[in-house]
């Protein structure tokens, strides 16, 4: 079953914008991953938010999580076509090891 | 460094026959996992190693699946035999340590059972 769900399913924006996309999830977490897809390649990890943080900033992005709402945000500021790809949060519960993965928002940015 | 290595990329056979897929992970990584990724499911994992030990294989849809890890470089997922619903990409990550390290993904194998 899906721990976490991305939104929107998709986006579209112009190269300089920001983008935001939001992970909302259902159980108690350990931490909270994103990471990033391009297009017929693996995924590569962007950012670990643990339950005790609220914010965190790698770069040109920033990652915040409320665990009261049980949601997260990624943002990334001054967009490349470059940073076009699925994203996809993913999260542990308890003591488990599996990380389980949104369905991921795909990302356009038009130069 | 090289990071984690599966192949073959693609593989195109027709149902019935034996398909295997391998993953070599990054040296020195103790976690490996298998996840199967397809646009109605999303991305699954279906079976996690621990010092080339399996964990939890809960996420191995049937008995035609089956993974071995015979020592801390390399991993096999054997499907036997395959139908044309196993189609999707196949990916193996690897992870050094506990759970708050990121995992490290291969580029995966296109998987097409005609």
């Known amino acids: 079953s899906q721990q976490g769900e991305e939104d929107p399913q998709a986006l579209s924006i112009q190269e300089g914008e920001n983008a935001t996309m939001n992970c909302s999830y259902k159980?108690?977490?350990?931490?909270l991953q994103w990471y990033r897809q391009n297009s017929g390649r693996g995924l590569v990890h962007l950012i670990l938010?643990?339950?005790?943080?609220r914010e965190k900033h790698s770069g040109r992005l920033r990652v915040t999580l409320d665990t009261s709402k049980k949601s997260s945000s990624l943002l990334i500021t001054a967009s490349r076509a470059a940073d076009t790809a699925s994203y996809f949060c993913?999260?542990?519960?308890?003591?488990?090891?599996?990380?389980?993965f949104g369905k991921g928002t795909k990302l356009t940015v038009n130069p | 460094d090289a990071g984690v290595i599966q192949s073959p990329r693609h593989e195109v056979t027709e149902m019935g026959q034996e398909v295997t897929l391998r993953c070599k992970p990054i040296?020195?990584?103790?976690?490996l996992f298998w996840y199967r990724q397809t646009m109605m499911r999303g991305l699954e994992l279906l079976i996690y190693?621990?010092?080339?030990?399996?964990?939890?294989d809960s996420g191995m849809p049937e008995d035609r699946f089956s993974a071995k890890m015979p020592n801390a470089s390399f991993s096999t997922l054997k499907i036997q035999p395959s139908e044309p619903r196993d189609s999707a990409v196949y990916f193996c990550?690897?992870?050094?340590?506990?759970?708050?390290?990121?995992?490290?993904f291969g580029d995966g194998t296109r998987l097409s059972i005609l």
């Open positions: 993913a999260s542990t519960q308890g003591g488990s090891e599996k990380l389980v």
């Open positions: 159980t108690s977490i350990n931490n």
């Open positions: 938010i643990r339950s005790n943080e």
């Open positions: 040296s020195g990584h103790d976690y």
């Open positions: 190693f621990n010092n080339n030990v399996p964990i939890d």
């Open positions: 990550a690897s992870r050094d340590g506990w759970g708050n390290q990121p995992q490290h």
